[in-house]
């Protein structure tokens, strides 16, 4: 490709070679920059769509009345976490209910703020096992809002929801977890 | 001995247009151009990595030597595990290899220097600040990172002891130093291989570089992305990471191990180049199936961005997922195997001999493969739940990492010093290198996978008493191979003061352009193209 007479002009092409190669490099390094962000959106899409980490709907949904499915008894538990540093006491209830698949429920949540200031809770729940996540419909849930008390405030927030007529048959136990946060900074003023 | 060559030590004056390299004292490295003179910036800035970052792995090892807490605090501990493998994985391992292709490639491929000049020194020059930033923090208020090196959120996020920002700059600038040598690479190879040389006729070292220059574009990028995510979930209030504001922790560790994976395969192809080049040297053959290797290396980085779950078998993902990534992971075996069984049949009925280059070489090939196969034993899903986060897990990446990577490091080291130095290095002292190496590096990791399959889990200060007698064999092998490498160091500065005369050319079964030139090698090398010899392959 090169000859030694050449030369001069060589190093001439070499250089804006270098240039162009370079210069691709380059796009394809803020793409893969970029790419790392994309991730985050194809992530939540993905997670929808497979029910993949026990997410649940973010919004409510409307009961859908295709009839119940009284064959069929799920057991539906409620488990409550506090994250770090949240000193509120919260719990379910009750700790389980029986439900028919289709058929509507309405639990109850307590939550007390024992501290001595005012704070911004949220909620954030997910279920287990995560395949049966996208069965698990939630009509009212108070993890679709943030949720402030003031000192010593204490409070029952309702869940309201059904379980999907097309659950999967080998399930008979969802365990729906939800996890607090205080969201004091972050919260919507 | 011959004495056809002509030696020219680095600071005889040329008979050229050049003026650069006139310069003398620290100006003459701050401001250099010159390939050999970063490649060797590059190779002893990753020893005085590899020391310090085994420093710190001595004092891990002085803390297990027995059980209960003696000598350092858990929290220290954990900066302790945290620094380590990242200055051995950033500072250590791939400045070594950048090293390795800044000296050898323009040589290999007949080029004057590499393409981007300039944009080689900042590479180099923007290292050492990050690195300052990254030890630094030892000596703030916060103390160094102490999430792992893995810096999974929310432990480098909510639960951060406050490092989280250094750590961020010191990885953001060490991405930028290792994309700026990947771009090098890339333009250097595409754009200056003396005439004639195509790619099927490139050297395999080239082609190693060449494919893994590409991984390091395409994943260090998304390695900067994540970590910034990271700085503005612990400074910004935002919530990639943070499950309160939508965000999802998991989702931290598929994104950094969509980077980390291919990473590993960055740490470990180029040693598969170094060691496809010395074993055909001593074996007196030809690199038995050159093409099949060509294919195996591209086939192993294009499956390293889709097994990157793997690492994440407990994370309680679905069954399909599971399998998916457990087959996808397994079949990287069978391109591995290609080249062990291609290093091996280069061996076969060869004339070998066993230079200290050879020695680590074969020592590379058989415990780089005990590597591999307890790798294997980690992919099958089942059985991860039990090996995962334990020592068994230590033992298989250090024996990928040091008695493969290193090991590679070292051959290719004892290979070209004489091309470096013009002089041979002391076999004697050598020779004390490679069997206390040996010996201890195997007395350091061996036992490992037992206490890993007993259950004893990584990254904790204290451990049951029933793991108390393999723990002070490791930490003996840990000590011994860190003493070890103090001799390394002697050869090397031995080697440059002294030493009987190197020969253009000082191994006979030796091949490629860099055995062309004198050594040590002219500060400047290949001005015009070579001609290749028509049955060079």
Known sequence: MHTGTEQKANNQDKRSDNGKVTKKLVLIVFAMFGFGFALVPLYDVFCDITGLNGKTNGVGVVYADDGIDTSRTVTVQFITRSAKAIPWQFEPVINEIKVHPGEMKFVNFYAKNESQRAIVGQAVPSVSPGIAAGYFQKIECFCFTQQPLQAGEEVEMGLQFYVDLELPEEITTLTLSYTLYDISDKADS | ?537
């Open chain 2, 1 to 537: 001995m011959t004495t056809d060559t002509v030696n020219e030590s680095l600071d005889d004056a040329h008979n050229d247009d050049h003026h650069d390299h006139k310069m003398t004292g620290i100006k003459r490295w701050l401001y250099t151009t010159n390939h050999k003179d970063i490649g060797t910036l590059y190779l002893w800035f990753s020893f005085i990595m590899l020391l310090t970052g085994g420093a710190l792995a001595m004092v891990i090892r002085a803390e297990l030597f027995q059980p209960g807490l003696q000598i350092v605090e858990p929290d220290f501990f954990n900066q302790l595990t945290t620094t380590h493998g990242l200055i051995m994985v950033f500072g250590a391992i791939m400045p070594a290899f950048t090293g390795f292709a800044n000296w050898m490639l323009p040589m290999m491929i007949g080029a004057p220097d590499m393409a981007l000049p300039r944009m080689n020194n900042w590479s180099f020059w923007i290292l050492p600040f990050a690195f300052a930033i990254l030890i630094g923090s030892f000596f703030m208020e916060s103390g160094a990172p102490n999430f792992g090196w893995t810096f999974y959120a929310p432990l480098s996020t909510t639960y951060s002891n406050g490092s989280t920002a250094f750590f961020v700059f010191a990885v953001h600038i060490m991405g930028i130093s290792s994309i700026m040598g990947a771009i090098n690479i890339v333009v250097t190879i595409m754009n200056l291989r003396a005439p004639g040389m195509t790619y099927m006729k490139m050297p395999l070292f080239v082609w190693t570089f060449f494919i893994t220059a590409y991984l390091l574009i395409a994943v260090m990028p998304v390695l900067a992305g994540v970590v910034t995510m990271l700085l503005t979930d612990t400074y910004f209030g935002t919530s990639f990471f943070d499950a309160a504001g939508g965000g999802d922790p998991v989702m931290f560790q598929h994104i950094f191990w969509f980077f980390g994976h291919p990473e590993v395969y960055i740490m470990i192809l180029p040693a598969f180049g170094i060691v496809s080049t010395i074993i055909p040297a001593f074996a007196r053959k030809k690199l038995f199936g050159y093409s099949s290797m060509v294919y195996a290396t591209a086939s192993i980085a294009l499956l390293s961005f889709i097994v990157w779950a793997h690492h994440m078998f407990t994370t309680g993902m679905p069954l399909f997922g599971e399998l998916f990534f457990m087959y996808c992971t397994m079949l990287i075996a069978v391109p591995t195997g290609v080249k062990v069984f291609n290093w091996v049949a280069t061996m076969w009925r060869g004339s070998m001999t066993f230079e200290m280059p050879m020695m680590f070489s074969i020592a590379f090939v058989i415990l780089f493969t005990i590597g591999g196969f307890s790798g294997l034993m980690l992919a099958l899903t089942p059985v991860d739940f039990q090996y995962h986060d334990t020592y068994f897990v230590v033992a298989h990446f250090h024996y990928v990492l040091v008695t493969g990577s290193l090991f590679s490091i070292y051959a290719g080291a004892y290979y070209w010093l004489p091309k470096w130095t013009g002089h041979m290095y002391s076999e004697r002292l050598a020779n004390w290198h490679f069997w206390c190496s040996l010996i201890s590096v195997n007395l350091l990791f061996f036992p490992m996978h037992f206490l890993g399959l007993a259950g004893m889990p990584r990254r904790i200060p204290d451990y049951a008493l029933q793991f108390a007698d393999f723990n002070k064999w490791v930490s003996i092998g840990g000590f011994a191979f860190g003493l070890s490498q103090l001799i390394f160091l002697a050869v090397v500065i031995k080697c440059i003061k002294g030493g009987e005369k190197a020969p253009a050319k000082p191994w006979d079964g030796a091949e490629g352009l860099e055995w062309t030139v004198a050594s040590p090698a002219p500060y400047h090398t290949f001005s015009t193209p070579p001609a290749l010899e028509e049955d060079k392959a």
